[in-house]
């Protein structure tokens, strides 16, 4: 039984041009405008955030994981990705 990570919630903030994680983060009515947003697979939660002019930087697994999903899409045509 593993242990559940703890999230730092962030509420109602606004962010424009700054550096984020996604990672165990949740973000709470917050407004991200031009930033980086940076993802390495682990779990988070948007709940009423709106994300304008960003990008999503992806780490290692995430990145790898992009990575595999893109191959699969292009050498089999007609499959699905499943996520359960």
Known sequence: ????????LIDQQKFSKTK?????????NCEID???VYYSGGQYEL???H???SRLI??????????AI???K????????VSE
């Open 20 to 28: 984020l994680a996604l990672d165990n983060h949740v973000y709470k």
């Open 74 to 81: 292009m050498k089999s045509p007609g499959s699905s990705i």
């Open 47 to 49: 709940i009423d955030t």
């Open 1 to 8: 039984m593993g242990l559940a990570p703890e999230y730092i």
């Open 58 to 67: 992806l780490n290692h697994p995430a990145k790898g994981i992009y990575s």
């Open 70 to 72: 893109q191959i699969f």
């Open 51 to 53: 994300i304008t002019n």
């Open 34 to 36: 031009d930033c980086d």
